[in-house]
């Protein structure tokens, strides 16, 4: 085990794979509200994500949103949120996470376009500070410290 990796282990960090995918973004494996899913981890994406098709399946209660959300080529989209889900990384969770709703058709289309699997939604910036990330690209791994309980 390299330094680095000692380090983050000893102040409780866990380590978690990624996948790099055909479109160069990088994947992974989560449970909202103990449901698999397929996500995209997004440095650039404010807040956490998860399609609008995916309500049901994630077991999500939908509010209307007057926010717009915007990116990956598209603009003024409409938003729901969902309150107080919560979110399983391997062993890390969060409880209490708040997570925007918007069509993500846009984003598997691309996806599908490069040969990619589509996705459930968007790990973003909420999740990666939350988690005091670190993100090894080189590994493919992604680095959270373990909450408190």
Same mark, same amino acid.
């Given at each position: 085990? @390299?330094?680095?990796?000692?380090?983050?282990?000893? !102040?409780?960090?866990?380590?978690?794979?990624?996948?790099?995918?055909? +479109? #160069?973004?990088?994947?992974? @494996?989560?449970? &909202?509200?103990?449901?698999?899913?397929?996500?995209?981890?997004? *440095?650039?994406?404010?807040?956490?994500?998860?399609?609008?098709?995916?309500? %049901?399946?994630? @077991?999500?209660?939908?509010?209307?949103? %007057? +926010? $717009?959300?915007?990116?990956?080529?598209? *603009?003024?989209?409409? +938003?729901? &949120?969902?309150?107080? #889900? +919560?979110?399983? &990384?391997?062993?890390?969770?969060?409880? =209490?996470?708040?997570?925007?709703?918007?069509?993500?058709?846009?984003? #598997?289309?691309?996806?599908?376009? !490069? #040969?990619?699997? @589509?996705?459930?939604?968007?790990?973003?910036?909420?999740?990666?500070?939350?988690? =005091?990330?670190?993100?090894?690209?080189?590994?493919?791994?992604?680095?959270? $410290? $373990?909450?408190? $309980?």
């Amino acid at each position: 085990m @390299k330094r680095v990796e000692k380090i983050l282990k000893k !102040h409780k960090y866990i380590s978690i794979k990624l996948k790099l995918i055909a +479109t #160069n973004h990088l994947e992974l @494996k989560a449970k &909202i509200n103990g449901v698999k899913g397929r996500f995209i981890l997004d *440095t650039g994406a404010s807040n956490s994500c998860v399609g609008l098709d995916a309500i %049901e399946n994630f @077991k999500l209660v939908a509010k209307e949103s %007057e +926010t $717009k959300a915007a990116g990956a080529g598209a *603009t003024d989209m409409e +938003t729901q &949120i969902s309150e107080s #889900n +919560t979110l399983h &990384i391997n062993k890390w969770k969060t409880k =209490k996470l708040n997570l925007v709703l918007f069509d993500l058709s846009h984003v #598997n289309t691309a996806l599908e376009h !490069h #040969n990619a699997k @589509k996705v459930d939604g968007i790990i973003g910036a909420d999740i990666l500070q939350k988690g =005091k990330a670190f993100i090894d690209y080189n590994k493919k791994l992604l680095y959270l $410290k $373990k909450t408190k $309980k």
